[in-house]
């Protein structure tokens, strides 16, 4: 299967020093080695929170990216610029998973946390939103549920709210997560 017709469109940024992030070579490299076809990158260099700029990425570029190219693609897959796929998990594994709904592939942990009314019942948040693939014909549908945020928020907690409405399904287990490097976010390593 050609895997250019399911392109990896990754969200990253330039620093004030007009640079990329050190670490993002080394998620090209070990994206390409598992056999997955990466977008051409389009950082970005907004001025606002850090944790806002993973959603607004995906709003602004990859949206309008994947509009262009849209009658020539099967899917596309949203990463993180830290991303790390899995030893393990190759684009024919992928292509084997015969995967149909929009899936969310790559995280770093699901928490339980208590649900805010107290209540006895349990939310949950998934973290990291490292791999996320959407089959195209649903690319008007997600692009909608983007559109219809009032405002920026964490982009893992706008997939979360996908998983929980049913829009968007979850594996069980994680097939990407991060390399390890300094976060702006956390003001400190992130492993």
């Given at each position: 299967?050609?895997?250019?017709?399911?392109?990896?469109d990754?969200?990253?940024?330039?620093?004030?020093?007009?640079?990329?992030?050190?670490?993002?070579n080394?998620?090209?490299?070990?994206?390409?080695?598992?056999g997955?076809?990466t977008l051409?990158?389009?950082?970005?260099d907004?001025d606002?929170?850090?944790?806002?700029c993973?959603?607004?990425?995906?709003?602004?570029i990859?949206i309008?990216?994947?509009?262009k190219?849209?009658?020539?693609?099967?899917g596309f897959?949203i990463?993180?610029?830290?991303?790390?796929?899995?030893?393990?998990f190759?684009f024919n594994?992928f292509?084997?998973m015969?995967?149909t709904?929009?899936?969310w592939?790559?995280?770093k942990?699901?928490i339980?946390?208590?649900?805010?009314?107290?209540?006895?019942?349990?939310a949950q948040?998934?973290?990291?939103?490292?791999?996320?693939y959407?089959?195209?014909t649903?690319?008007?549908?997600?692009k909608q549920k983007?559109?219809?945020?009032?405002?920026?928020l964490?982009?893992?907690?706008f997939f979360?709210?996908l998983?929980?409405?049913?829009?968007?399904?979850?594996?069980n287990?994680?097939?990407?997560t991060?390399?390890?490097h300094y976060?702006?976010?956390?003001?400190n390593i992130?492993?």
């Amino acid at each position: 299967m050609d895997n250019k017709l399911y392109p990896i469109d990754i969200l990253t940024f330039i620093n004030k020093d007009n640079e990329l992030p050190t670490y993002l070579n080394q998620s090209l490299y070990n994206t390409s080695s598992q056999g997955f076809y990466t977008l051409k990158i389009t950082p970005d260099d907004y001025d606002i929170k850090s944790y806002h700029c993973g959603f607004k990425h995906i709003r602004d570029i990859t949206i309008p990216k994947i509009e262009k190219i849209k009658d020539n693609i099967k899917g596309f897959f949203i990463g993180e610029g830290d991303l790390l796929i899995n030893k393990s998990f190759y684009f024919n594994d992928f292509i084997e998973m015969n995967i149909t709904k929009p899936t969310w592939l790559g995280y770093k942990k699901k928490i339980s946390v208590k649900a805010q009314n107290n209540k006895t019942n349990n939310a949950q948040i998934i973290v990291g939103n490292f791999l996320i693939y959407i089959p195209i014909t649903y690319l008007l549908e997600f692009k909608q549920k983007v559109m219809a945020e009032k405002r920026l928020l964490f982009s893992d907690r706008f997939f979360t709210k996908l998983v929980k409405s049913g829009w968007l399904d979850i594996t069980n287990k994680s097939y990407a997560t991060e390399i390890e490097h300094y976060s702006n976010i956390l003001k400190n390593i992130r492993k």
